[in-house]
């Protein structure tokens, strides 16, 4: 089953190669055919369901990046993967498959926040789990479990923890709120608003 | 303005509102529902722009609860992942383990035995079970239906203490292995199980006369939060949500793991696709889920409850770690580096609960995952929610949000 449909796959797309996988059938597509790829997947082959989108981070390889696409087809009852690898290391990009699945936007939105690749053509490519300001991408390689760690680290941080890491910051976090006044005035913001990602903190 | 008075119909709140004195018309207002809230099932926030009562536009914000358990999966063992997966879904603790556990066996291509297997599939229809009466138990409550709450929630505390005895836990149970469960089943559980099956259905039942032709039920929530067949396959929503609109997909019929083939049960399918719907389907099988369980408990096979071939990743016995040099050594090696699970790439979806629970797994060989990705079904069926939520009241997202049964422990991961 999963044989022929690569064979027939392959014929209509020449640029289509086999992927190697533990279970269903995965091929290679690359970026700039994936739209007209998975137009075809949808209306031709039925595969209707976008189950999952993630991506996959190489580390020191190139291509770095791999975006990974889980189909379903509701009538066959099979899976198919993509795999997509980003023509980018430093600023990966992919397109995004809003227009043709819909479960595409919070998948790309989670992928774009953890692993920083953009979608392009993304209607609304925001941060979705982490918070609007925050600066980095926790689920690429070079991202420690621990925090991040400084040559020098700043002088009230190692006072406080005695670790040689920067927090992560914390500026525009939607962690506190002051409890008095009238509720309207009481949203949580962040602690210290003197200084954000754009303005720098002040010296003295 | 206006100084003829004029009656109102309940109907157009949008035309009503302008209507009243003072009121600009066409003005609309922001309201949040969340971060925490009770009918926000978690921590989920709503960013709502209302006209009058009715809702324009709706923005969910997610994120609260994220802990990254996948940058914590990529940094340990697969075995030290499995308490983890409890706290996904933690409504349904047993049937996560079985998903990952499974996942990584296909990596490794491990069979497990028959035995096995069948506790597995008590292990997730009882969860299946538990979930869903809280489940319904909470939706009722959404509506204003006190007395179900209590009715399903005393089940459940029953179904845990059978959990209690199995896994030593109540609530994070941490029960499957890669390759095997942690232990073998206590002696006469099955017959409290089955007990439990007894009891059980007159409580769907007692529900089912509550709920089902209950007028102000049905008011609530029939015709709303319509999913149509089309949406719901788009939006990727999965489980007792994707089959109330008609679409007739379970992974344990077409795609069977743990030899769910081997059981004859009904996948309930929806009409509508509304509120009322979800609900039955829930109800329903719960109902199905009890004739699988009994007819595992009716061929309940004998034999190993782990696979032989998982010596290089399933602990030793505790017995022979203390006695023999040999086991002592496979434990440490376990223990520090992990299963050796071979390079590779797998997928895999068991049909959880609240909807398919997908499992990523890139291998590059060794004991620790290299990209570990989880597909919550919570987070894909909450996708639909800026689509499904205008159009409707402020009281209408209650009920919506009850029938779409999430958990955001599992959508923020």
Known sequence: MAESDLALLQERFDYLTERESADHLAVNCPADKLIEFCTALRDEFGYDMLMDVTAVDWDAQSPRFTGIYHFLSTTKHVYLRVASDCPDDINPTLPSLCDLYAAANWHERETFDLMGIRYEGHPNLRRILMWDEYPYHPLRKEFPLAGIDVPLPAADVAEQTKASVIPAPMMGGPFVSSGDGPMSQTEPRARDESWTEKKEKPTD | ?413
């Open chain 2, 1 to 413: 303005m206006a100084t003829t008075t004029k009656e109102f119909t309940i109907a157009d709140a949008s035309s009503r509102a302008s209507e009243i004195e003072g009121d600009v018309p066409g003005e609309t207002m922001a309201i949040n529902v969340g971060p925490s809230h009770p009918t926000t099932h978690g921590v989920l926030r709503l960013m709502m722009e209302l006209d009058g009562d009715v809702i324009k536009k709706c923005e969910p914000v997610l994120g609260y609860l994220h802990r990254g358990d996948e940058k914590i999966a990529e940094n340990m063992t697969y075995n030290q992942f499995v308490p983890y997966t409890d706290r996904l879904d933690y409504l349904a603790p047993l049937a996560n383990n079985v998903a990952y556990a499974m996942a990584v066996e296909k990596l490794a291509n491990l069979e497990v035995p028959e035995r096995c297997e069948a506790i597995r599939v008590l292990c997730c229809e009882l969860a299946r079970i538990s979930s869903h009466l809280l489940g319904i138990g909470v939706y009722g409550m959404d509506a204003g239906a006190w007395t179900v709450f209590m009715y399903t929630f005393t089940e459940r505390e029953k179904l845990y203490t059978l959990f209690e005895e199995l896994t030593g836990a109540r609530f994070t149970t941490s029960y499957t292995r890669i390759g095997g469960v942690a232990r073998d089943i206590p002696e006469g559980w099955l017959g409290r199980v089955l007990e439990f099956c007894n009891g059980v259905l007159p409580v769907i039942d007692q529900v089912d006369k509550l709920l089902t032709r209950n007028r102000i039920f049905m008011d609530r929530t029939e015709g709303v939060g319509v999913i149509s067949k089309e949406d719901a396959i788009a939006y990727g929503i999965t489980g007792p949500n994707l089959r109330a609109s008609g679409v007739d997909l379970d992974l344990r019929k077409d795609k069977p793991y743990l030899g769910y083939d081997k059981y004859d049960f009904e996948v309930p399918v929806g009409t509508t696709g509304d509120c009322y719907d979800r609900y039955l389907m829930r109800a329903e099988e719960v109902r199905q889920s009890v004739s699988i369980v009994r007819q595992v408990i009716d061929k309940f096979p004998e034999g190993p409850h782990y696979a032989e071939e998982a010596k290089k990743i399933f602990a030793p016995p505790k017995a022979k770690i203390l006695s023999s040099m040999e086991e002592l050594i496979q434990n440490f090696m376990i223990v520090t580096e992990g299963p050796q699970i071979p390079a590779g790439e797998v997928y895999f979806e068991a049909e959880n609960p609240k909807g398919a629970l997908g499992f990523y797994i890139v291998s590059k060989g060794g004991g620790v995952p290299y990209r570990l990705k989880i597909r919550g079904p919570s987070f894909c069926n909450l996708s639909i929610l800026d689509k499904l939520i205008p159009g409707h009241y402020l009281t209408d997202i209650t009920v919506i949000l009850g029938s779409l049964d999430f958990v955001m422990g599992e959508c923020d991961r």
